[in-house]
Every structure is written in structure tokens, then in C-alpha cells.
């Protein structure tokens, strides 16, 4: 009796490995499906790749570019630089910024209305602009010497008119006579009118003759 029930249950075990088998090999179609990960695993593969995706954006970005835009600027002197356009004083640009022509406009308007000259932009200057009037011949000459801005930007454009073959004198940042006739005979040789002074418009000739630029003064 053992011997049969022994028999039974091993055909009975053969016949379901068969099964199991034919089910496998026959039965199902297509790939098994992989086998699912777990929450951990799928949320580290995003983070992975995310991570990938901000380093080659990264990498492609373009880098920013320095420009003069970062440099500060002054509601003041944007207010005087349109007050000298209005005047014909030709400052170049009006970007609040202090060049070389807003100090030479500035320069000639302040010689022209009676004015100190510095060649500052200042608050005192841009009131005067809009009220009128000036302080007088007899303050314009307590002015003994001319700030250093003034002074680098007069040798500057002695310099250049001593490279023109124009005999401005000294470069020494003082408006002199010979500097004052260099300037008048530049200006009748470029057809301008003639002044005598620093100008804005002086300045703009002297950089277009000179390759775009004042000469530089090499350092002692």
C-alpha cells in the first residue's frame, strides 16, 4: 500500500513539472516582463539623469560678457550731456558716463558762459544750465591751476597735435598761446570753426585724424 501511494504521488509530481514546463515554453508570448525595482532605485536613476541634463545645459550656456554697462553712471551728468547736445556742444554719447568729449563740451561751455573751467560734471554746473546766468569773469580767474582730469586731457591733446606737426608747446596740461594757435590752425585745416579752445567737437576731429584715439602719454 505504501509502495502505490509512493508511486502515485511520484507520477503525480512528474505530471505538474510537465505542466509547468509546457506553460512556460508554449504558453506565454513575448519577453518576460523585468523585474520591477524598488521605489529607491527608480527615484536615484531620475536623479541621475537630471543631474546629467543641468551639466550639459551648463556646459552650453554662454558666459557672459563684461561690458562698460557695468561701469557706474550719473543721472547728473546724463542731464548735462543732453543740456550740451541742446547747446551744439557735442559731448559724444549721452550714457551718464565722463568721457573724453563730455569733459571738452563741458570745458567749452563753461569757457563760453563765463564759467570756472574744470571740465567737471557737477550738480553747481547742471543748475546753471537750467537757471542761466554765470558767475563772472573775475570767479573764472581764481581758477590758478586746472584739476588733474583737465590737465591729463589738455597734454593728451598737445600730444596729439605735436604728432600732427601742429607746435602746440609744452605738453604740460596748460592752455598756453601756442597751444591755443595749434588748435586754431587744426581747426581752419579741417574747416571748423575757429576757436581756439578745448571742444568736444576738437576732441572728435583729433580722434578721427589720429586713428580713432587721442595719443597716450607714456609714463615717467
Sequence with gaps: MATLQARFMLVAFVAMAAAITYN???LQNGPHPAPMANDKQVASNRSDKSSQQVQKQSRTLPQPVETTASLPKS???EAIQRKLVEGG?????VDGLQGQMTMAAIIAYQHDHD??????ASSQLLKNMILGGSVGKSAASKM???PEEMKTLVQMIQKTLAELKYDPGPVDGLMGKSTQTAIKNF???RKLSVTGRISGRLVNELMEVNGGRLSKLVSS
Design 24 to 26: 512556460a515554453t508554449h
Design 75 to 77: 543721472k547728473t551728468i
Design 89 to 93: 556742444y557735442e559731448p559724444g554719447p
Design 115 to 120: 564759467l570756472p573751467v574744470t571740465g567737471v
Design 144 to 146: 590758478v591751476s586746472p
Design 187 to 189: 581747426e581752419r585745416k
